[in-house]
């Protein structure tokens, strides 16, 4: 019997809480079971129990074998001296304080219902992508749902931890910090460690103070990244290179290397390349995108502004110097939008208003992600073929959360869903 599970069972009482009785044969009622303790020490801290007449309080550890204790060394260590109950599946051993008085075991075997163990083991030992999905399908919607509402706001205020991280770097620089994560999801994960390493906050300033030109604005950025250092023989990237140097030496830049860009494996449309003339545009015409985000609180306003094409050179060019056959207007499209509403927008609206404590702003920003799409993916395909369909953001988010951070892992002990298959069973 793993630990783990004893552990659950002891907190939600899944035993029979008759006949409990010590050795002595005094009984044993558990008026609280106390906290879990994740740091050293005992499992739980601060339970409340009465044994016979008397009300103790302390603590709790558990075990599978009472034996465990002395495996342990627990008896040499005097975090232990104020257990007050031994909690274990099988009683082997009597167990002793240094003062020879014995500690009051409970033994749960026998007392869990043999369809509560079936549940755990079927969840903990299933082999299935999510271990619960052929039980999932009997349960009440208002339980699934009130996870996903869980899940949801952990998954923010997971991101909002990035969204901090970059805070305390820039000084508490919110506009640097919204652009800093709509950098990130615009470039995608191939490239956002090069971003991360061109978008720093003193960078932002130049670009603040040169936002006035586009041509500036793009030259700062090609410049900085390393696209410039080749010879050109068109008008633009010389336009570029021209003016970068005059930046480079104004500001005392350093290119970064331009190999560390990824190109490989993508959609044309997302190479570096393009996304730096996208994001050139963007800083060009929001300047103050955070304020934008945040003062606007419509969804329709922040989709437009961040419906940027890149400049029209690019219409029929992929690489600097590079003509490509077809021509077309290189914009951000609707599902890029919405990808950057979601994994951008969204946190740093939520995450102002965790730190703000302002109920309305987080909850403009779940609104949102309640107006935008559904995301399809291959983990929300496995939700679907559960007949757990998402109506939109809000719902595929929470469900690619609760597959990452509970699913995957075996966490069902800790998930709403799996506590409930295990109470009813």
């Not at 304080?97 to 163990?117: A, C, Q, T, Y």
């Not at 992508?129 to 706001?153: A, G, H, T």
């Not at 003509?323 to 509403?341: C, M, P």
């Not at 929300?380 to 109506?391: F, S, Y």
Request: hydrophobic letters at 40%; glycine letters at 4%.
């Amino acid at each position: 019997m793993k630990e783990e599970i004893l552990y659950h069972i002891w907190q939600f009482k899944q035993f029979s809480l008759s006949n409990f009785e010590t050795l002595d044969g005094e009984s044993i009622t558990i008026q609280q079971v106390g906290q879990r303790n994740y740091d050293s020490g005992p499992d739980y801290t601060n339970a409340r129990i009465n044994i016979g007449s008397t009300l103790w309080a302390g603590d709790v550890e558990i075990h599978h074998k009472s034996s465990d204790w002395i495996a342990h060394n627990h008896q040499s260590d005097p975090n232990y001296e104020k257990v007050i109950l031994h909690v274990v599946w099988e009683n082997d051993k009597e167990i002793k304080r240094k003062d020879g008085s014995v500690i009051p075991f409970l033994e749960l075997k026998g007392k869990v219902k043999r369809s509560v163990i079936e549940m755990y083991s079927l969840l903990l030992d299933s082999a299935e992508i999510i271990p619960c999905q052929n039980s999932i399908k009997d349960l009440d919607e208002v339980v699934i749902s009130s996870m996903l509402n869980r899940v949801l706001v952990e998954r923010l205020e997971g991101k909002g931890e990035w969204i901090k991280s970059k805070l305390d770097l820039s000084s508490n620089d919110w506009e640097y910090v919204t652009f800093s994560i709509v950098g990130r999801y615009l470039f995608g994960n191939a490239n956002k460690i090069p971003f991360d390493i061109l978008f720093t906050p003193s960078f932002l300033k130049i670009l603040m103070k040169e936002r006035s030109s586009l041509l500036r604005t793009e030259a700062l950025l090609f410049g900085a990244a390393g696209f410039l250092e080749q010879a050109f023989e068109e008008d633009y990237p010389n336009a570029l290179k021209k003016e970068f140097h005059f930046l480079k030496a104004k500001y005392h830049l350093i290119e970064m290397e331009c190999s560390i860009w990824k190109f490989m494996r993508m959609h044309p449309s997302n190479f570096p390349s393009i996304r730096l003339s996208q994001f050139a545009s963007l800083v060009f015409n929001t300047g103050k995108l955070f304020n934008l985000i945040i003062e606007s609180r419509t969804l329709k306003v922040i989709k437009e502004s961040l419906k940027v094409s890149s400049n029209p050179y690019w219409n029929n060019h992929y690489r600097l110097n590079v003509k490509s056959e077809k021509e077309f207007v290189k914009r951000i499209g609707s599902s890029t939008i919405d990808v950057l509403i979601i994994n951008a927008v969204v946190p740093t609206i939520f995450t102002y208003g965790q730190i703000l404590q302002n109920q309305e702003l987080k909850d403009l920003a779940l609104n949102y992600l309640e107006e935008i799409k559904a995301e399809k993916n291959t983990c929300i395909k496995k939700w679907e073929n559960l007949n757990i369909k998402p109506k939109n953001a809000f719902d595929s988010q929470a469900l690619l959360q609760l597959y990452s951070s509970y699913c995957k892992l075996k966490k069902c002990l800790n998930c709403t869903i799996g506590n409930h298959l295990i109470k009813s069973a």
